[in-house]
């Protein structure tokens, strides 16, 4: 009996012992909750698109070609299948002056052709010139210049093309000589109408043909006509 309760004593104070150490071994409670970080979350609005380029075309500088000759367009005022309206008997010249003068006079037994006179008000300047066949008074102006063409990517076409351009009637406006020579084979960023109520109609006719030709402009000719289509009604 004696030895049965001195092993029950043992068994008690062991198993305390035990639970002692092993809770020694446990935290006494429990580790705090790491502080909290803030980080700051950055909100980045969405970034604007650029808008879209207005002129649409290709930029680079003057192509460095031969030099440009008239005749590499091949005959003036010629009346080719090719060209939208040519082949009706009659050259381009005469088939300009009929469309753009007021009242044209045509020369009888020409079939409907030769224009002998009439009244031009004058995109470029909004005077009114009088034409008369044989006088210098109206002239037709290509609106993209054949000299500039053939500095921006004219000089690598065909021949046929070259002339097709030249005989383009959305590329041509007949106009007072002298606002025509005065104008020469500038770009948009050297000369633009003196009438600036035609300015729109004006840079938009230069894209549209340089756009049609897949012609280039140069650095400064893109951002002059980006400034006035800026300005101009949709």
């Not at 879209?52 to 030099?67: F, K, T, W």
């Not at 009659?90 to 003068?101: A, G, Q």
């Not at 909004?126 to 063409?149: K, N, P, S, T």
Request: with cysteine; glycine share 8%.
């Amino acid at each position: 009996m004696k030895t049965f309760l001195a092993l029950l004593v043992i068994s008690t104070i062991s198993a305390g012992l035990i639970w002692v150490a092993l809770a020694g071994d446990r935290p006494t409670s429990a580790p705090p909750a790491p502080a909290a970080t803030a980080t700051a979350t950055a909100t980045s609005s969405p970034q604007a698109e650029p808008a879209p380029d207005p002129v649409g075309l290709a930029v680079r500088p003057p192509a460095a070609v031969a030099e440009y000759d008239r005749g590499a367009f091949g005959k003036a005022w010629s009346d080719d299948v090719t060209v939208a309206g040519g082949h009706n008997g009659c050259d381009t010249r005469n088939d300009i002056l009929r469309r753009d003068l007021i009242d044209p006079q045509i020369r009888p037994g020409t079939f409907g052709c030769l224009v002998e006179s009439g009244e031009l008000e004058d995109p470029y300047t909004g005077q009114l010139v009088h034409f008369e066949r044989g006088d210098r008074e109206v002239e037709i102006d290509h609106v993209v210049a054949l000299a500039d063409a053939w500095r921006s990517g004219a000089a690598a076409w065909t021949p046929e093309l070259r002339r097709d351009f030249a005989n383009d009637p959305r590329n041509l406006l007949a106009t007072a000589a002298q606002v025509n020579q005065d104008k020469g084979a500038d770009t948009a960023s050297e000369w633009l109408p003196p009438a600036a109520d035609f300015r729109c109609d004006y840079v938009r006719t230069r894209v549209e043909v340089k756009r049609a030709y897949g012609l280039t402009v140069t650095q400064a000719e893109h951002d002059a006509l980006a400034s006035v289509l800026a300005g101009c009604p949709d």
